[in-house]
């Protein structure tokens, strides 16, 4: 909890904010070189380079070649950047918004009932008539993930809203309630589920972003890049959160207002995220405390840092579960905890002697 | 745009099902473990560049790449081999790597799937077409038409043996196959009966459920799972309470053998109905 204090000497605070604007820099860098990686490394082996080249020769490019770039990789990469991103901001501000350095997206019931949206659709999709059924098509577990995580967070800023105040403290405990009745749920519809829908179910709890296809990216951005473009505004306000509600409020920012963006953020950009990726754990939580430990915790550069790094990592880890075991391919949310586990743990021991944590 | 490419994927399909993709399939990626037995039975293995994870028979097949997990495939990987024809069962996916796959323009020739004699005839055919070998597919399929018929015919017990196929008893749980499944359909051909019918597909029951089916014999995959022992098996309080479990009746049978449904379909009856009529009462 004391890494949250905002309360630091003016020189340190300073030497603090400096270092966190070249890591801005690095970390921009950082994701500019994921990103051209993820483009150019691929279980195919066609390369964009080439392809550029017969484009400037005014060459025709062939079919593979045109799919595997621009169907397959280049909405992966944009995928990648938006669920990286939304993951980790939206992490940064929770654990601001509940003064708590373990909330993550799944602690406000957004991850649970994206998770029973898409274990519905999966096992009651064919319930449904056929000619909604055909209209929604590929998009019908992206859209059941999306409304049942919106209407998780709407329910429970229901619950913890009473005359016009919302309590953290009744969200982050109302939130474990719905996370276990979503879960409830969930079991009864697997033990309905027959062996190829379990599979899918498997499969679509530990993430990918080998379905990331066009139409999903499309839908997804404006939910997340507004999401992303509302972040800034919350910086100052969740750094005079962190002292305390009652002082916030002396320091004349309006707390609901904070609380109501910050949770309409977090649950559209999620949402979105979760449609487009599966279950995703580990990025939410592990990128903003990393932030913290090597630049402080002042908001303002964090909730930015937090987007590029989120970003860089799941395109890394993207970029390693496609090539591991090629041309089979691993579960995304595999791979960010192998990748990013060890990485924290080691960032974490290092510099404890350093950071009251 | 995208019904449209979907339209055209479809017409793609048509095509590569008729005779038209004799041509092609020189760079064949084959996607279920039934599928890639058919192709190997036909002789056509020369043609094979990758496979799916449940390929796993014959031995050979496992020197394949492997384009992973059927139901879960990466359109890259699978275009990572540059096939030119691809032999689908029903069911691989998801459905936006078929679609990819099929705006590559890489003909996807879907194979049914199907729980009877005429079902694994109409999988020999359509891989047999669309490999360009029809004639040899026509022979294939008659020929294991005929041996499934012959292995049916020797089969089964008066009364009718009552089987529970166990897919898994993770944590003590019976997971069992109802009516509709692959399970199903060989113990039916094998000349005995689903104890669990009413229910259907895989399904956990409880353990009342599993008594009241009193089976005669417990079946299961002899790959299912982190070894299960007989032992273990038996001493689970509902099984023991069974028919099965007093006279301590069990059939493990390779998974793939006993619920791939392809040419060695009938392999797999006579096995299972020989194990049943050994374990079985005189």
């Known amino acids: ?357 | 745009m995208t019904a449209l490419r979907q339209a055209g994927a479809f017409v793609l399909l048509l095509c590569a099902a008729g005779p038209a993709a004799a041509a092609d399939g020189h760079r064949v990626v084959s996607l279920g473990g039934a599928v890639t037995e058919i192709v190997y039975a036909l002789g056509e293995e020369g043609r094979l560049v990758a496979r799916d994870t449940t390929s796993s028979f014959p031995p050979e097949a496992q020197g394949l790449p492997d384009v992973g997990y059927v139901r879960q495939l990466s359109p890259e990987g699978v275009l990572s081999v540059a096939p030119d024809l691809i032999l689908a069962e029903e069911g691989a996916g998801p459905p936006e790597t078929m679609a990819l796959l099929r705006a590559a323009a890489v003909p996807v020739v879907e194979v049914p799937a199907g729980f009877d004699a005429a079902a694994v005839e109409a999988k020999i055919r359509i891989v047999a077409s669309a490999l360009g070998v029809p004639e040899r597919g026509e022979a294939l399929a008659g020929r294991v038409g005929d041996e499934i018929a012959g292995a049916t015919a020797g089969a089964g017990s008066t009364p009718p043996q009552r089987v529970l196929f166990v897919l898994s008893l993770q944590g003590g749980r019976v997971m069992a196959a109802g009516s509709g499944t692959a399970a199903d359909g060989i113990i039916r051909l094998a000349g005995a009966e689903n104890a669990l019918s009413g229910i259907a597909g895989y399904k956990p029951v409880t353990d009342e459920a599993v008594i009241a089916a009193a089976p005669d014999v417990i079946l299961m995959m002899a790959n299912a799972g982190p070894g299960v022992a007989d032992d273990a098996v038996f001493s689970h309080p509902a099984i023991h309470a069974t028919p099965a479990g007093a006279a301590r009746r069990l059939v493990r049978m390779d998974g793939l053998l006993l619920v791939g449904f392809g040419p060695r379909t009938a392999e797999a009856v006579s096995t299972l109905a020989a194990a049943l009529a050994v374990e079985g009462k005189p």
């Open chain 1, 1 to 357: 909890m004391t890494m949250l204090r905002p309360v630091a000497l003016a020189a340190d605070a300073a030497d603090r904010s400096a270092r966190a604007r070249s890591l801005t820099g690095a970390l921009a860098l950082l994701l500019a070189g994921m990103a051209l990686a993820s483009l150019t490394l691929g279980a195919s082996g066609v390369s964009p380079w080439a392809a550029l080249a017969d484009l400037a020769a005014g060459r025709p490019l062939d079919l593979q070649a045109r799919v595997v770039l621009w169907d397959i990789r280049l909405p992966r990469l944009l995928a990648g950047m938006l669920v990286g991103a939304a993951l980790a901001v939206s992490g940064a501000v929770l654990q601001g918004l509940f003064r708590n350095p373990l909330a993550d997206p799944g602690l406000v019931g957004v991850s649970a009932g994206a998770g029973l949206g898409a274990i519905c659709a999966i096992v009651l999709g064919g319930l449904l008539p056929p000619a909604l059924h055909a209209a929604l098509g590929l998009a019908l577990v992206p859209v059941a993930a999306f409304a049942g995580g919106g209407l998780a967070v709407v329910t429970l800023y229901a619950l913890a809203t009473r005359a016009g105040r919302t309590s953290v403290a009744t969200m982050l405990l109302a939130g474990i309630a719905l996370g276990a009745i979503a879960a409830a749920l969930s079991g009864i519809l697997i033990a309905m589920a027959d062996d190829a829908q379990l599979r899918d179910l498997t499969f679509w709890s530990l993430g990918s972003l080998s379905g990331a296809t066009w139409p999903k990216v499309l839908s997804a951005a404006p939910l997340i890049l507004s999401a992303l473009a509302l972040a800034p505004f919350l910086g100052r306000g969740l750094n005079a959160l962190s002292l305390g509600e009652p002082a916030a409020r002396h320091l004349g920012i309006g707390v609901e207002t904070l609380k109501r963006l910050s949770v309409l953020g977090v649950s559209a950009s999620v949402g979105a995220a979760v449609a487009i990726s599966g279950g995703v754990g580990f990025v939410g939580i592990v990128v903003p405390h990393l932030l913290r430990l090597i630049a402080g915790p002042d908001h303002r550069h964090l909730l930015v840092n937090s987007a590029l790094l989120g970003a860089a990592l799941l395109l890394a880890a993207d970029v390693v579960a496609r090539l591991a075991v090629a041309p089979a391919e691993l579960p995304l949310g595999v791979v960010t905890a192998v990748l990013g586990g060890p990485f924290f743990l080691w960032v974490l021991l290092r510099r404890r002697g350093l950071t009251e944590l």
